[in-house]
C-alpha cells in the first residue's frame, strides 16, 4: 500500500505561524512548503504546482489578495485551491477574497484539527493498495 502525499504551500510571513502550520500539515500526511512572502509564493508556483495553497491574507509587501488575485489570472495556477488565513473581523477582505474565487477560509488562531479538516476537504489524501 502506497500513499500520496500532496504537497500544501503554506504561505505566511509570521515564521511561527508557517512554522505551526507546516507541523500540523505534515502530522496529518501531507508535504509542505513554506514561503514568506507573496512574492516567494509566486515564484514557487511558476516551478512547481502545490496541491494547494494556505495564504495569509494581511502580510507585508504584496498582499495575500494580491497573490490570490494573480494565482487566480494565470492558467497555470488558477486551479490550484486557496485557502485563506484571516484574522477576525476582517469582513471587507471576504467579500474581496470570494470575488476572487478563494476556496475556504480558516480563521486565526485556528484550531488545529479545523485546520486539517479544511485542507483534507480540498485536497484529500489517496491511499492505494
Do not use: N
Not at 504537497?7 to 505561524?17: K, N, Q, R, S, T
Not at 496529518?28 to 515564484?43: K, P, S, W
Not at 480563521?107 to 484539527?113: E, G, I, N, R, T
Amino acid at each position: 500500500m502506497t500513499t500520496q502525499k500532496p504537497m500544501i504551500l503554506v504561505v505566511d510571513d509570521e515564521a511561527m505561524a508557517r512554522t505551526m502550520a507546516s507541523k500540523l500539515l505534515e502530522k496529518a500526511g501531507f508535504l509542505t512548503h513554506a514561503v514568506e512572502t507573496g512574492e516567494e509564493c509566486l515564484r514557487f508556483v511558476s516551478v512547481q504546482k502545490p496541491d494547494a495553497i494556505l495564504l495569509d491574507m494581511l502580510m507585508p509587501g504584496m498582499s495575500g489578495m494580491e497573490v490570490l488575485e494573480r494565482l487566480r489570472a494565470s492558467p497555470h495556477s488558477k486551479a490550484i485551491p486557496v485557502l485563506a488565513v484571516t484574522a477576525k473581523g476582517q469582513a471587507d477582505f471576504v467579500k474581496q477574497a470570494v470575488a476572487l474565487g478563494v476556496d475556504d477560509f480558516i480563521v486565526k488562531p485556528f484550531h488545529s484539527l479545523d485546520l486539517i479538516a479544511r485542507v483534507k476537504k480540498k485536497v484529500p489524501i489517496l491511499v492505494q493498495g
